[in-house]
């Protein structure tokens, strides 16, 4: 009776730890996409200076929240190419591949030279990486509630659904926390410079976290299981 207990207790235990890896894994992809979304319009000012300089600042900040919209604009088409992924390969595959997908972005408007150097190959590069992210977090979030809902246990499938919604407001909050933190740590000089560029890094770092740990999550949907 004591060994059955036993393994009933580890069982349990063991369960509650798959539970909590599932939610940071929903946790992680929408903080990864809110926190670049704050960050984006905490530090629009400059990226409209260093992308889109025009002698009209009005126009310049103007093009970088078109910039910003566009990747708004891919949402949708996104939900339905990864979401048919997610039907012909898995869920996990999307998962992983729509958080890399945000990252691979945000280091590349980390690293990416100015349009001081480059010229128009700055702000199209930067659309395109908008519009890549876009892509990416339309998948991420139908995604990332099919799967908690479809691994969860019955008892707590709906709140493993909204998880993800908790990582939107987690991710508002961290970018605005590393916003101002960033204002008031530099000078404004050093923010023109590079400092703008460090929450873009601190992006790639949240969802690399992300990825390791999607990888050792377990797949919810096997598609060749329908074909039987």
């Not at 898995?90 to 690293?111: D, E, N, Q, Y």
């Not at 909204?162 to 404004?188: D, E």
Request: charged fraction near 15%.
């Amino acid at each position: 009776v004591m060994s059955t207990q036993r393994k009933l207790e580890e069982n349990s235990m063991q369960e509650e730890q798959m539970q909590n890896k599932l939610y940071f894994a929903g946790l992680v992809g929408e903080i990864m996409e809110w926190f670049d979304f704050t960050v984006y319009g905490f530090f629009a000012l400059i990226i409209a200076s260093k992308f889109f300089p025009s002698e009209n600042h009005f126009v310049s900040l103007m093009a970088t929240f078109a910039t910003f919209a566009v990747g708004f604009l891919m949402r949708p088409l996104g939900a339905l190419i990864f979401g048919d992924i997610g039907d012909s390969l898995g869920r996990k595959k999307v998962l992983i591949t729509s958080i890399f997908l945000m990252a691979f972005p945000s280091l590349v408007v980390g690293i990416m030279p100015t349009f001081a150097t480059i010229g128009i190959f700055a702000p199209v590069i930067l659309i395109f990486m908008r519009m890549l992210q876009g892509l990416s977090v339309g998948g991420e979030h139908t995604g990332s509630i099919v799967y908690l809902a479809e691994l969860s246990h019955q008892k707590n499938r709906a709140l493993s659904a909204v998880i993800p919604f908790v990582g939107t407001v987690t991710g508002v909050l961290l970018g605005s926390l590393v916003g101002v933190t960033i204002f008031s740590l530099f000078a404004h000089e050093t923010i023109m410079q590079w400092a703008w560029r460090i929450p873009f890094f601190l992006g790639v770092l949240i969802a690399v976290v992300g990825m390791i740990i999607r990888k050792c999550l377990p797949e919810s949907y096997q598609p060749e299981a329908d074909t039987k």
